[in-house]
């Protein structure tokens, strides 16, 4: 399902497996207990790198598991909704910096797990962003669109995520400033790149609380929503 | 260690000297009486323009001066975060366009009072803009980062800003649409540049408490931060 490795200063979170990698709630537990493994063991330099195998990075929530309950199906859909918050809440709180490989499509809710990363990688050849909310004729959680205006700047841009169900291909992606990169032809040469910045990044052997702190510090609002105090600590590196 | 210069229409605020312009409790008095003088001063078509002398426009607060209390630097350190509030107030009230002519490096709090302004030109062949706390390990102010958001609009620049340690040149600082200019190669040549834009300004003749009231309104979560009321003026001009 999913995996946490170290190498070195990175922490490598796979999502394993050839299926979509849907998150369910078994999936988001799994997920959540890896990232509080990551922080836990974080020193200074650490850095996470999240990637998957095969086809697809995330897919979204597991709409069949939701289905399959009949009249449960929005009890569980709202379960599942609750339940993510503290997936990106983790992220966003993890001292260190954090670099999204996609290996392949995002959508939805596996769309906002990349998006919660401090850097996003993109294949050139392969893999979309899709929100698929409005194809579905699913409202968007309002935490979904707070996370989508505090890391994408652009209105046109925002519009174009959220409201025009389209697939967004690596180069669309870098020109309307929602990754990073789309320059690398396969998943392992969008690792590669990660793997590079990643060990750039740990060279500087940044103090983990602070890194977190300032990054907490852009987003005030989705902060608040996910239920993350935005307070900037005492200054006791004096 | 600061001066203001009335030329025609455009006040000349100058930070004096060959040092690094650190921002001291003195300094920031000055600084913060200047603002207050050209303001009373103001009319129609005023303009500032702010400057300085040497390799560094400014390279943040005085760190030395907080530490060489011991225990009492953090104490200190509060101090010139506190103090250094209106002086950024005193720039987002001003009742007149303000420029920052970057004759050399900007770092932290200094590199926060030239994004101040309503226009920031740099230097193409020297200076850089730094926000170094993520590399001394030292949080950020919640109203620097809440500057940050309001002039920089693009998600990817912000982190390049506040938590990438990156030194930006005038070239990156321009395509990441941090400043407008970076296209003169002296500090002269961009004083004379900003001189010129001030000039065009001044000859709109504008209302300037209309314009501060306008610059306000862009940036209310900020204006909140900083203690200034956004209110807009009552439409009495129609």
């Given at each position: 399902m999913c995996t946490l490795e170290k190498r070195g200063d990175l922490?490598?979170?796979t999502l394993t497996g050839e299926d979509e990698h849907r998150f369910h709630p078994d999936t988001i537990a799994s997920v959540l207990s890896l990232l509080e493994q990551a922080k836990s063991q974080s020193t200074k330099g650490s850095v996470l790198i999240t990637t998957g195998h095969g086809k697809f990075f995330s897919n979204g929530f597991d709409l069949a598991w939701a289905q399959s309950a009949g009249h449960g199906a929005i009890e569980r859909m709202h379960q599942m909704v609750k339940s993510f918050k503290p997936v990106l809440a983790a992220l966003l709180d993890l001292p260190?910096?954090?670099i999204a490989a996609l290996n392949g499509h995002a959508a939805a809710s596996g769309l906002m797990f990349a998006l919660s990363h401090?850097?996003?990688f993109m294949r050139k050849d392969r893999g979309v962003l899709y929100m698929s909310e409005v194809d579905i004729g699913l409202?968007?959680?309002?935490?979904?669109?707070a996370l989508v205006v505090a890391k994408v700047g652009s209105g046109i841009a925002r519009r174009e995520l959220l409201l025009s169900g389209?697939?967004?291909k690596g180069e669309e992606a870098v020109a309307l400033g929602i990754v990073d990169s789309a320059a690398h032809d396969s998943a392992e040469?969008?690792?590669e790149a990660t793997v590079s910045l990643g060990e750039?990044?740990?060279a500087k052997k940044w103090n983990g609380e602070v890194y977190a702190s300032i990054r907490k510090s852009l987003y005030p609002e989705l902060c608040r929503m996910v239920n993350l105090t935005?307070?900037?600590l005492a200054t006791h590196n004096l």
């Open positions: 922490f490598l979170l260190m910096p954090t401090d850097y996003v409202p968007v959680p309002d935490y979904f669109s389209k697939k967004l040469g969008v690792v750039s990044l740990a935005a307070n900037n």
